[in-house]
Antibody, heavy 118, light 111 residues
Framework: EVQLVESGGGLVQPGGSLRLSCAASGFTFRSYWMTWVRQAPGKGLEWVANINQEGSEKHYVDFVKGRITISRDNAKNSLFLQMNSLRAEDTAVYYC???????????WGQGTLVTVSP | QSVLTQPPSVSGAPGQRVTMSCTGSSSNIGAGYDVHWYQQLPGTAPKLLIYANNNRPSGVPDRFSGSKSGTSASLAITGLQAEDEADYYCQSHDSSLSAWVFGGGTKLTVL
């Protein structure tokens, strides 16, 4: 059974940093692109970043470029999202998801809440 | 303002058929990029419902179907059930933005 479990969310002050993790199991992690998607309270889904199987190709949405870094550790079946210079508008539930063959997001974690507030 | 436009809400009675649209442009759906649909039940993570325009993952009932034409896509649900009440999101790729984009979501209410 595919499982994705996010962790690392919490309350952080504006300008602060946070590192999210996503532990994967039930599939060959190193064979899949992975992605992060976020959802602000009461709002819709927003793609944040994705990374290829080897970690050599990364893509980011414009408004996080330079502040957020996606990475992975295939030996530990883990995906990460390093977030710096956090702003109030980064407050959201952050989901990790597996990218399917058609670039759909076929399995999702339960999400981790990041709250940016003084 | 989302790059992919979805109606904020649709509704239908149990047993009825409902459709919801996802309107894009020549830089996303119209450029030939696949459209995917996700269902998000209240308080839960999204779930893949339709991939590559009209394909259902294993376990998704055949009451759900997708289609794509030109710069738009549609999700249809037949035999509406109370448990279908959820938010539905379309997704595609946009070449102008070099980004994967979601629609703003449609809230389905089962009357």
């Amino acid at each position: 059974e595919v499982q994705l479990v996010e962790s690392g969310g919490g309350l952080v002050q504006p300008g602060g940093s946070l590192r999210l993790s996503c532990a994967a199991s039930g599939f060959t992690f190193r064979s899949y692109w992975m992605t992060w998607v976020r959802q602000a309270p009461g709002k819709g889904l927003e793609w944040v970043a994705n990374i290829n199987q080897e970690g050599s190709e990364k893509h980011y949405v414009d408004f996080v470029k330079g502040r957020i870094t996606i990475s992975r550790d295939n030996a530990k079946n883990s995906l990460f999202l390093q977030m710096n210079s956090l702003r109030a508008e980064d407050t959201a539930v952050y989901y990790c998801a597996r990218v399917g063959n058609d670039h759909d997001y076929d399995f999702w974690g339960q999400g981790t809440l990041v709250t940016v507030s003084p | 303002q989302s790059v992919l436009t979805q109606p904020p809400s649709v509704s239908g009675a149990p047993g009825q058929r409902v459709t919801m649209s996802c309107t894009g442009s020549s830089s996303n759906i119209g450029a030939g990029y696949d459209v995917h649909w996700y269902q998000q039940l209240p308080g839960t993570a999204p779930k893949l419902l339709i991939y590559a325009n009209n394909n259902r993952p294993s376990g998704v009932p055949d009451r759900f179907s997708g289609s794509k034409s030109g710069t738009s896509a549609s999700l249809a649900i037949t035999g509406l059930q109370a448990e279908d009440e959820a938010d539905y999101y379309c997704q595609s790729h946009d070449s102008s933005l070099s980004a994967w984009v979601f629609g703003g979501g449609t809230k389905l209410t089962v009357l």
